[in-house]
């Protein structure tokens, strides 16, 4: 069963912090992976998407990698800001039919404190 | 910044009545989605449509119904509300033809928050 699982559930940090989310999927075949940050009764807004081959990749303050063999990616973010807090969600795309099927995670909640 | 507008964004409405969540995108895009997400819960695909005229329904069996008459234009219409559809109704676009490619992003849209009584 393809599968997009996230931890942890909720994160609460202090400002200034770094932290690390993770992301363990089970999809197959693999096409891309995205990590989109969702403020507060807002939509998802992409941060980063990695293909089969990228390892890494930034955005700002946020760094995603991807472990393609190990089926893991992580979400690191620096610096953080009071902004930072939303729901982070991965997102994981298979390439096995046109659609290019979405499987979502639940996302993790990040509050970031003063 | 994406430009896909959802209307309304909050709405309180009564069992029995008939409603419509609009949609619309200005980016030219293809494919449009309507996604249902609870609160701490993953998004689930309720629709799509690859384009006008085209739809079809997504892996989360929903009473709603969609129309795409125009490329710009993606509505969903529930005939008549249920408590059970309280919920956050999420519409999203996907840049390019049939067929995504690595590099397409969903763009989504701020969200509808529906509330029946």
């Known amino acids: 069963k393809n599968q997009v699982e996230q931890s942890p559930q909720s994160l609460i940090i202090l400002e200034g912090k770094n932290c690390t989310l993770q992301c363990n999927y089970t999809v197959s075949p693999f096409s891309n992976l995205r990590w989109y940050k969702q403020d507060t009764g807002r939509g998802p807004v992409s941060l980063t998407i990695m293909t089969f081959s990228e390892n890494t990749k930034s955005n700002g303050r946020y760094t995603a990698t991807l472990d393609a063999d190990t089926k893991q990616s992580s979400l690191h973010i620096t610096a953080s800001q009071l902004s930072d807090s939303a729901s982070y969600i991965c997102?994981?795309?298979?390439?096995?039919?046109?659609?290019?099927?979405?499987?979502f995670g639940r996302g993790t909640q990040l509050t970031v404190w003063p | 910044e994406a430009d896909i507008y959802q209307t309304p964004r909050y709405l309180v409405i009564g069992t029995g009545k008939k409603i419509t969540l609009e949609c619309s995108q200005t980016m030219g895009h293809d494919k449009m989605y309507w996604y249902q997400q609870d609160p701490g819960m993953e998004l689930h695909l309720i629709h799509y449509s690859y384009g006008v005229n085209s739809t079809e329904k997504g892996d989360l069996s929903s009473e709603s119904t969609v129309s795409r008459i125009r490329t710009e234009h993606f509505p969903l219409t529930l005939e008549s509300a249920r408590p059970s559809h309280t919920s956050q109704y999420l519409c999203?676009?996907?840049?390019?033809?049939?067929?995504?490619?690595?590099?397409?992003?969903?763009?989504f849209g701020p969200g509808t928050r529906l509330t029946v009584l």
């Open positions: 997102v994981v795309s298979d390439r096995g039919s046109t659609l290019g099927r979405l499987y």
């Open positions: 999203a676009t996907n840049g390019g033809l049939a067929g995504e490619t690595p590099t397409d992003t969903q763009y």
